[in-house]
């Protein structure tokens, strides 16, 4: 390893990682594709594209060629009181194909942030209006909406990371999905109780990710639309991980027909290449912030929001979503993980299978030592990060069948071991 590699290390500190016992990180020297290429020349099939975000592959050429471009003219500007094109195109290609009426885009730089904005996009809402005291949130147990602390609050406070948080967190209500006539019934049961607290529901449409890819029916969305129509809550969508195709539509509620009245979009948006996140909202919401009171205006600007190389990353990526079969190739990726996890079933401490879209799940009984398992993967020349009790698969949207079949195979082998 070269020195610098030592002597960095000494001042890097990871996500989610024990620093003093955790094995040492890979160092990558470039991407290609669906793969990672290692400083020593080893090349990893990558199982999970990035946290999901690198959609089209890594280095795709239409998406560096519009960064490329974008650096000569502009690497970045402030976005208030100036606006450029790369913002205004995705903004409104990004109304143009999302459902229904959601059509006000506002920019920031995270998940996470995009989910903050929502949250205070939501209260405001309804002090604009005059209404006070609609400051909580319903969320979800199993739901995961980022890391800073009001996206941690509105998380699963036991199945999340974020149980240490608990005094400093503003306390939200989470209780189940309502999935079945038990869940059901206390749901309507909590809403009839409590919904004048609420400023709104926030739930990760058909997936719950980071809180153990977790799968429900799209009939839950409508439940949750229905419901928040009944008591004129606000229906909040985090789609970070849903959105642009991954679970089988471009987004997840389109798979209930179901519009929230905010949306959050991230990871896939810019093809997994820079940071940008989005949070839009219907003309309902954004109604409620247009006034002659400068008090009512949104109080929210990430410095680097919008930033143009971003937006340019974000609106090739876009282009690929036009004319790249992406949905297709999520169908084919689809059938793929079924016949190559279901092996998996058979195997002792599995205790399910289950694909959505382009993700693939195996869940063991538990597992006993993630660091031993994440190593054997490496091994194995995959790049698949196991946590929690969970084995998952989320491609490059273009995988090649060959690469997929790799990771697949890697799987079963692994588990069987
Ligand atoms: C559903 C969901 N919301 C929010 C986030 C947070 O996004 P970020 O890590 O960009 O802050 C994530 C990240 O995994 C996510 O999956």
């Known amino acids: 390893m070269p020195d610098w590699y030592e002597s960095g290390l000494q001042h890097i500190w990871l996500p989610y990682t024990q620093m003093k016992t955790t094995a040492p990180p890979l160092l990558v020297s470039h991407t290609k594709g669906a793969r990672l290429v290692l400083a020593d020349g080893r090349e990893l099939i990558d199982g999970i594209a990035s946290w999901w975000t690198a959609c089209h592959g890594y280095n795709h050429p239409h998406i ?55 949250l205070k996009m939501a209260t405001q809402y309804w002090l604009n209006q005059g209404q006070r005291g609609r400051t909580s949130f319903l969320a979800f147990a199993g739901g995961y909406h980022g890391d800073t602390t009001g996206a941690m609050a509105v998380s699963d406070p036991e199945e999340g990371m974020h149980a240490l948080f608990k005094g400093l967190l503003p306390e939200h209500h989470v209780i189940d999905l309502p999935r079945d006539a038990k869940s059901t019934k206390a749901f309507d049961a909590f809403l009839a109780k409590h919904a004048k607290e609420l400023a709104g529901i926030i739930v990760e449409p058909l997936v719950q990710g980071a809180g153990g890819m977790l799968f429900h029916e799209p009939d839950v969305l409508k439940h949750l639309r229905a419901a928040a129509d009944k008591y004129d809550l606000l229906l909040i969508f985090d789609e970070i991980f849903t959105g642009f195709g991954r679970t089988g539509t471009m987004f997840a509620c389109e798979a209930a027909g179901v519009v929230p009245d905010i949306i959050t979009l991230s990871k896939a948006l810019t093809g997994g290449t820079m940071a940008l996140a989005a949070t839009v909202v219907t003309p309902k919401v954004f109604d409620a912030f247009w006034s002659n009171k400068a008090e009512h205006a949104l109080m929210h600007g990430p410095t680097f929001m919008a930033n143009p190389l971003a937006c340019a990353a974000a609106n090739a990526s876009l282009d690929l979503f036009a004319v790249e079969p992406r949905l297709k190739q999520v169908e084919d990726i689809s059938k793929l993980l079924e016949d190559g996890l279901a092996p998996c079933r058979n195997l002792p401490g599995v205790v399910d299978v289950r694909v959505k879209g382009a993700i693939g799940v195996v869940e063991l009984k538990n597992i006993a030592d993630l660091g031993v398992l994440k190593q054997k993967f490496i091994d194995a020349d995959v790049w698949v990060r196991p946590f929690g009790r969970i084995v998952y698969l989320t491609p490059a949207l273009n995988i090649p069948e060959g690469d997929l079949k790799i990771l697949t195979d890697a799987v079963v082998a692994v588990l069987k071991t």
């Open 64 to 118: 560096r060629a519009a960064i490329a471009s974008q650096v000569e003219l502009m690497p970045h500007v402030m976005f208030a009181g100036l606006v450029h094109k790369p913002a205004l195109t995705l903004a409104e290609r990004l109304a143009d194909m999302l459902p229904g009426d959601l059509s006000r885009v506002f920019f920031t730089d995270s998940g996470s942030v995009a989910v903050e904005v929502a």
